[in-house]
DNA sequence: CCGGACCCTGACCGACCGGTCAACGAAGGG
DNA sequence: CCCTTCGTTGACCGGTCGGTCAGGGTCCGG
């Protein structure tokens, strides 16, 4: 049991008992140190210090396993920066708010973050992955919509709106393969400052 | 044979006969596209159409396939993009030829850069490559070392030089996970929108 | 004609993979 | 008391993994 990270709740989708719980963010750290090839049933067994067929009760197979993963902190990621941004507000506001929630969700369920955000991302036959791209369609409409209401505000320059939004998704996407945790800056606060560098221009 | 994919010259190193070549390219393909973990001896000598065992003739492990990959693809890059750069030329448009050169060895590369940016990360054993590290810092140094520059000029504010670094660093990483080549914009292209954004800001 | 040197092969190895199965022990309701 | 349910286990399965090995073919210099 040990030192294990927090999982989102993601209630729906499964049964959550403590042991589903502890398999869940144990997996979730082993498949975003060593990936989900070089994760085996064996090593999820041995790091939860139960017997490999437990797992098997719990879960049909390993891909349900990282399906309950990245599904589950796809949908809670989308949900959280949606309940973040503030009602009402300006859009370059609402933009940076949904930078820094992001940044606040994977500071606060990395393990699980990294292991949706690596793994499976062109796999042809896309295993259980078809409902979590749902979400993070949505995600990424999410942003899409919040410049082209900057733009329509006028805080914003007409640009290449889907190229925009990527930029803003790829410094967030990017944080996992550099940023420490409890170490230098606080993802929302690095988060923060990708937007600052992106709204006003790196220019004096 | 039939379709393989380019590998950049890398001369040194080991010997570089079409047989090894077409190991390497072919490698280079199922590593970017099924993970190294996911892709066989097996299934590497299959793709060439050579047996298993002529692939340990050439290399010693798997390990060493990669290695040469990654290893030669980003010691290519690094002195591709240094070769790029406009001498004398305005630091902000050496960021901007920095930022092009990147895209454009990726469109040229792009099986050996996916392989090489995506997998291993964070390996805590490193297999083979420290001496990969080694050009991957002097290619992040070399685009902060060109933002102090633009600073010293007074194009760009004062700022956190690592962090703005890193988010021009972030785009162009993470445009294999978007980019279609012979679809949409080209990488260069891609690469130079970046940079506009970037440096002049979305903001109106 | 001989003998290396160099490409190249199929058969084989032990280890490990994901997954299955029969059964055990404790808990709890009748 | 028994019976069912449920969390749990070790032994076991066929298949695939990375890697080895003995040797076949072919070409070339002597």
Redesign the interface.
Known sequence: MAEMQAMPPEVEGGETTERVLQILSTSARLFA?T????TSMRDIALACGISKSLLYHHFADKDEIFARITLGSTRELVQFVESRLPEGAAP?LRIRAFMAATGEYFQRYRWAWIASTTAF??DPQQRRQTERMLWRDRYEGLIRRL?EE?IAA????P??VP??G??V???L???H??HKPDQG?PAPE?AE??FD????????
Do not use: Q
């Open positions: 140190t990936g989900y090839d070089g370059s991302w062109n410049i900057a006028g805080e914003i320059r640009l290449d190229l925009a990527r930029l998704l790829s410094a996407n990017w944080m393969r550099w800056m690095v400052a990708y560098m992106i709204f006003h221009g790196l220019k004096r």
